[in-house]
């Protein structure tokens, strides 16, 4: 079975960094990709951003870009997310998954982060 282990996450005030990471063990040689997504209290899960593992493709949601950057961690089935200009509206669990064709078929159990004005 898959297992994703996320690691990071806290509090920080408005305009700060903060930076979290995901790692997978178990059978992930056939999986494509691996994301990050957020949920806030009372709001959906939304994708936040993702790699792509054969041409490092980076995604992110339009609400990230230019302040979010995903990276993979040293050639494991892992990725960083290091964010920077963190605004209040960041809040959230923010849980990574691990996509297998067209599926995000593995998810973690989640981390906070909470931005303070």
């Known amino acids: 079975q898959v297992h994703l282990v996320e690691s990071g996450g806290g509090s920080v005030q408005s305009g700060g960094s903060m930076r979290i990471s995901c790692a997978a063990s178990g059978p992930t040689r056939t999986s494509v990709a691996m994301g990050w997504f957020r949920q806030a209290p009372g709001k959906e899960r939304e994708f936040v951003a993702s790699?792509?593992?054969?041409?490092?493709?980076?995604t992110y949601a339009d609400s990230v870009k230019g302040r979010f950057t995903i990276s993979r961690d040293n050639g494991r089935i892992a990725v960083i997310l290091q964010m920077n200009s963190l605004k209040v509206e960041d809040t959230a669990t923010y849980y990574c998954a691990l996509k297998y064709e067209s599926e995000w078929r593995f998810w973690g159990q989640g981390t906070q982060v909470t931005v303070s004005s």
């Open positions: 790699l792509g593992w054969s041409r490092y493709r980076q």
